[in-house]
């Protein structure tokens, strides 16, 4: 792969590929829209060269949370990538914990949308060997399917964090006009006291909400609090805030989302979960034909 001083991506495949399986790997990344552009150029490529059959594993698929329109004259982009992926000419996806089951059928193409549960669950009752005692924590009703699976899984108890939003006037600028904000209410539903918590959810990015939780939890006597997802994407100052704030002991995530090293080495708090089994095992399955409902319920 090389780069024109105009900035256009150019892809040539070394070796043949005529008549073979190809899986090409590419995740999100903070370079999405380079990195995505460069995939859709490789699929191409091998397709013109013949390839017997494509699968693009994306451990994270780029723009998945816009599923919907959030906005009267908005896109729904994850429903274009998927379009523009089939149009470069991939036969198969493999990716892990699409924000919402229903950017499944945005494909034209097959899709094995795997799950990070196991990992997470084995990652936890290998690490916390008091993990019974402990809760899984939903941030808002929108996780709770999530949360209650990794809870039946490790017959943990769970419980949810109610949000409610009010608008508020607060002090005016000015003599002639007041500025309107919101102000969020928190309210716990499960009992924490004396017990560790774990938040989860499948993304994040932003740390406002989880920080919240996080804060409310200690408020109401949580032991420790642990915020676990599938995909650390946390741009910006998103690690910064979370090594500041007290209330939070750890942040646990996959590597399914590219982390800079340097800032691994920065955090104390940061722990990352090998997912690179589960997407090997995935490829092998998928390369000779086998079922892969049994790394919807079991760790690699």
């Avoid at 070394?14 to 899986?23: A, M, Q």
């Avoid at 990992?119 to 009703?141: G, H, L």
């Avoid at 002991?249 to 940061?270: C, G, H, M, Q």
Wanted: aromatic share 6%; proline share 2%; hydrophobic share 40%.
């Amino acid at each position: 792969m090389k780069r024109f001083s105009n900035a256009e991506t150019s892809v040539e495949i070394g070796v043949s590929v005529r008549n073979e399986d190809v899986y090409l790997i590419q995740s999100g990344s903070m370079q999405i829209n380079d990195h995505l552009m460069e995939l859709l150029i490789m699929i191409n490529a091998c397709k013109i060269a013949s390839a017997r059959r494509i699968t693009a594993v994306m451990p994270y698929f780029p723009y998945n949370k816009q599923s919907k329109k959030k906005k009267a004259r908005g896109a729904i982009t994850a429903k274009l990538v998927a379009n523009m992926l089939a149009t470069a000419g991939v036969d198969h996806i493999i990716t892990m914990d699409l924000h919402s089951s229903q950017v499944q059928g945005f494909f034209k193409t097959t899709i094995d949308n795997l799950v990070a549960e196991p990992s997470i669950a084995k990652y936890i009752s290998e690490r916390f060997p008091n993990y019974a005692e402990a809760v899984v924590i939903s941030k808002n009703a929108g996780g709770a399917k999530r949360v209650t699976a990794l809870a039946d899984k490790l017959q943990m108890d769970f419980a949810l964090i109610h949000r409610e939003r009010y608008h508020i006037t607060q002090p005016a600028r000015s003599k002639d006009d007041g500025e309107e904000g919101v102000e969020n209410r928190l309210t716990l539903v499960g009992d924490v006291k004396g017990r560790d918590c774990f938040v989860l959810d499948d993304i994040i990015d932003g740390t406002h909400s989880f920080l919240d939780a996080a804060e409310h939890l200690k408020r109401c006597k949580a032991s420790k609090v642990y915020i676990i997802a599938t995909h650390g994407i946390l741009s910006g100052n998103a690690m910064q805030e979370i090594e500041e704030c007290e209330a939070v002991d750890e942040v646990i995530v996959t590597n399914s989302y590219p982390f800079p090293e340097w800032k691994r080495a920065a955090s104390k708090k940061l722990r990352i979960i090998d997912i690179s089994g589960v997407l090997a095992e995935a490829i092998r399955r998928n390369h000779n034909g086998e079922s892969i409902s049994y790394l919807f319920h079991t760790a690699i």
